[in-house]
Structure formats: structure tokens, C-alpha cells
């Protein structure tokens, strides 16, 4: 499965981006799907995630409110709705497919496929 990221640029502080992922080679319907970012100089870190054992979502606490992801079953895509935009948002954003336990959902090592990055830059 490839996965294709795309909706990132550069936005003002406040505003709103929405990213996407497209899957080609396969569907995401029997994966679970999480978006993660990674910052300069920093780790890679879990943003959102929606599993596919129960449906459930889950988000890191710094996007909490803010971040809603959700699959599109008619398009093949998962995509991540970003509000309320801040600075330290900033990051290379990376979606990912795979199959980890629910307790490790936020964990990166448990995700097969993984898209090439897209960038969002938000300016204060």
C-alpha cells in the first residue's frame, strides 16, 4: 500500500488547514489509520488516530478540540481537519496505516505504511 499526503502550506496563526492521504496498492478499511508530525529538531510525535478494531479516535492533548481525523470510504483517503492553528503546530505532517494494539496506537513503530510528508508552516 502507498500512501500519498497532501494539503499542507502555510497558513496565519488561527486558520484552518485540511490535510489528506490517498492509499493506492489497497484500502484502508482494514487498517487503522494515525496521522503524526515531526517539527525540526524534534521527534516524531502522534497526532490523531482512528482504529480500526472499533472505530474509535484518539488524539494527542495538544490538538485535543482542535484536530478531527476521519476516513472517506468513497475516496480511499483519511483526512486530518486542523483548526485553530498555532506556531507549535508547525511540522512536517506524516500519515501512516497499520494494525497496533489500541494501547499502543500512538506509537509509531506499530504503523506498516507510511506517506511521504507534507509540510505545514503556520506564521504568527
Known amino acids: 500500500v502507498q500512501l500519498q499526503a497532501s494539503g499542507g502550506g502555510l497558513v496565519q496563526a488561527g486558520g484552518s488547514l485540511r490535510l489528506s492521504c490517498a492509499a493506492s496498492?489497497?484500502?484502508?478499511?482494514?487498517?487503522?489509520v494515525a496521522w503524526f508530525r515531526q517539527a525540526p529538531g524534534k521527534e516524531r510525535e502522534f497526532v490523531a488516530a482512528?482504529?480500526?478494531?472499533?472505530?474509535?479516535?484518539y488524539y494527542d492533548d495538544s490538538v485535543k478540540g482542535r484536530f478531527t481525523i476521519s476516513r472517506d470510504k468513497a475516496k480511499n483517503t483519511v483526512n486530518l481537519q486542523m483548526n485553530s492553528l498555532n506556531p507549535e503546530d508547525t511540522a512536517i505532517y506524516y500519515c501512516?496505516?497499520?494494525?497496533?494494539?489500541?494501547?499502543?496506537?500512538?506509537?509509531?513503530?506499530?504503523?506498516?505504511?507510511w506517506g511521504q510528508g507534507t509540510l505545514v508552516t503556520v506564521s504568527s
Open positions: 496498492g489497497g484500502t484502508f478499511s482494514s487498517y487503522s
Open positions: 501512516a496505516a497499520g494494525r497496533p494494539i489500541i494501547s499502543a496506537i500512538s506509537i509509531p513503530t506499530g504503523y506498516y505504511y
Open positions: 482512528a482504529a480500526v478494531q472499533n472505530m474509535h479516535t
